[in-house]
């Protein structure tokens, strides 16, 4: 079955390229550990480790789509910043979602667009 994994990271941190591609790694390899020995997890290997980026345009709108992921029983991986460079420690960037089947991410995500 088709899996992948959504990272969705806020729009509102003007966080420069590199910063934003390092968030996204946290992401993923939170994710990834987190979710080792599942079902979705095999799938989501299978299938290549597909992942796509999406925006949020704030902590708020990320926080709801998070919590709409849990309520429908996704993993979730909340990534806070360690505050070293672009923004202030335990600043919310990003969350993974998955990864799971393409359905279920795209029940909570599909709306949303990419970065």
């Known amino acids: 079955?088709?899996?992948k994994l959504a990272i969705v990271m806020r729009a509102d941190l003007a966080m420069g390229k590199g910063?934003?591609?390092a968030q996204?790694?946290?992401a993923a390899v939170s994710a990834a550990l987190r979710n080792q020995g599942?079902?979705?997890f095999a799938d989501w290997l299978r299938a290549g480790q597909p992942?796509?980026?999406l925006r949020v345009?704030?902590?708020e709108a990320l926080l709801e789509v998070c919590a709409a992921a849990e309520a429908a029983g996704l993993p979730v991986s909340?990534?806070?910043d360690a505050g070293r460079t672009q923004v202030a420690a335990g600043t919310v960037t990003c969350c993974a979602i998955?990864?799971?089947?393409d359905a279920e991410v795209d029940a909570v995500c599909g709306e949303l667009s990419l970065l």
Do not use: Y
């Open 19 to 21: 910063k934003i591609a």
């Open 24 to 26: 996204a790694a946290h």
């Open 78 to 80: 909340v990534i806070r």
């Open 51 to 53: 992942k796509v980026v």
């Open 1 to 3: 079955m088709p899996a």
């Open 57 to 59: 345009p704030g902590e």
């Open 98 to 101: 998955g990864p799971a089947h």
């Open 38 to 40: 599942s079902a979705r």
